[in-house]
């Protein structure tokens, strides 16, 4: 078996035998696991589910996760909406109230729809873990702001929507992983606009040259968060090289930026990106106030 299942069904169904069920992991009352499969946030949702008899709705996280969203630590606890049962260990029971509409099935589970998940994640404290979740969801699922924000007249009074609706506002499904959603949330919190993502850029005949992560398209000024494996692997390096030269024949400028950067140095990368913008004429009111020094 590659998949949880309840050890009572198996041992009843002669799948497995009681002495057997010893050689598997066990993550939940009467749930299991193959001991050399990996436990991943999409496998815990699938374990707390049948934790529940089958009788609970997959939601949050595990909702997320069900989606195929990814960048989900499946150390988390498995979320689930029942309105009966007592607290575990691993798995944290909502009893929120979901509309009939709110629930979908996938992979055979009920599930949260993706706009009552991304409605769940964007309230929960910490604006940007929040909007980073909403942005991973939205970029597996294509959900939508709007289709979030549909849900909130029928929610009235529920915590966090100060918070969901500053999320819906930023939010963008162009976000490819935690760190972009982080480097764009950056230069918005700086005053600077609302970047493009996945600015896809051509040569004067069309051809395709890139696609850069965020960007100001009209003053062709992009952004990029390099991960390890732009450092650490020779061959991304090279391509990465071939890549920016193109990129700067073809008018552009790209700051690029790592975790150490985002980190500690961020006032240092807010002031290339507008140093960038002014050189290719951004006259930004906001540029002055950064650089200290009026924009020509």
């Known amino acids: 078996m590659s998949t949880p299942f309840l050890g009572t069904e198996a041992v009843s169904g002669g799948r497995v035998s009681r002495r057997a069920l010893k050689q598997y992991r066990r993550i939940y009352r009467d749930v299991y696991l193959p001991a050399d499969l990996e436990l991943t946030a999409q496998i815990r949702a699938e374990a707390a589910w049948l934790w529940s008899n089958r009788t609970a709705t997959s939601g949050g996280l595990s909702a997320a996760a069900l989606y195929g969203t990814r960048w989900i630590n499946a150390e988390l606890p498995a979320e689930l909406f029942r309105v009966n049962g007592k607290p575990v260990a691993g798995i944290v029971i909502h009893r929120d109230t979901v509309r009939p509409d709110e629930i979908g099935v996938v992979c055979g589970i009920p599930t949260t729809t993706p706009a009552r998940t991304g409605f769940?994640?964007?309230?929960?404290?910490?604006?940007?873990?929040?909007?980073?979740?909403?942005?991973?969801?939205?970029?597996?699922?294509?959900?939508?702001?709007?289709?979030?924000?549909?849900?909130?007249?029928?929610?009235?009074?529920?915590?966090?929507?100060?918070?969901?609706?500053?999320?819906?506002?930023?939010?963008?499904?162009?976000?490819?992983?935690?760190?972009?959603?982080?480097?764009?949330?950056?230069?918005?919190?700086?005053?600077?606009?609302?970047?493009?993502?996945?600015?896809?850029?051509?040569?004067?005949?069309?051809?395709?040259?890139?696609?850069?992560?965020?960007?100001?398209?009209?003053?062709?000024?992009?952004?990029?968060?390099?991960?390890?494996?732009?450092?650490?692997?020779?061959?991304?390096?090279?391509?990465?090289?071939?890549?920016?030269?193109?990129?700067?024949?073809?008018?552009?400028?790209?700051?690029?930026?790592?975790?150490?950067?985002?980190?500690?140095?961020?006032?240092?990368f807010i002031v290339r990106v507008c140093d960038a913008l002014a050189a290719h004429g951004a006259e930004w009111p906001v540029i002055a106030r950064i650089l200290g020094k009026p924009v020509s």
């Open 120 to 268: 769940d994640l964007g309230r929960r404290k910490g604006r940007e873990l929040a909007l980073t979740r909403v942005d991973a969801l939205a970029n597996r699922t294509g959900v939508t702001a709007h289709e979030i924000d549909r849900l909130i007249p029928r929610h009235r009074g529920v915590r966090g929507l100060v918070q969901l609706r500053e999320v819906l506002d930023l939010m963008d499904a162009g976000s490819e992983s935690p760190q972009e959603t982080r480097t764009r949330l950056a230069l918005i919190d700086a005053g600077l606009p609302k970047p493009e993502t996945q600015i896809v850029v051509c040569d004067e005949h069309g051809e395709f040259i890139a696609r850069v992560d965020m960007g100001y398209r009209q003053f062709k000024v992009g952004i990029e968060y390099d991960g390890e494996q732009h450092w650490n692997d020779p061959a991304q390096r090279a391509k990465d090289i071939e890549r920016l030269a193109a990129l700067h024949e073809a008018g552009w400028i790209i700051i690029r930026v790592s975790s150490d950067i985002l980190r500690c140095r961020r006032r240092t």
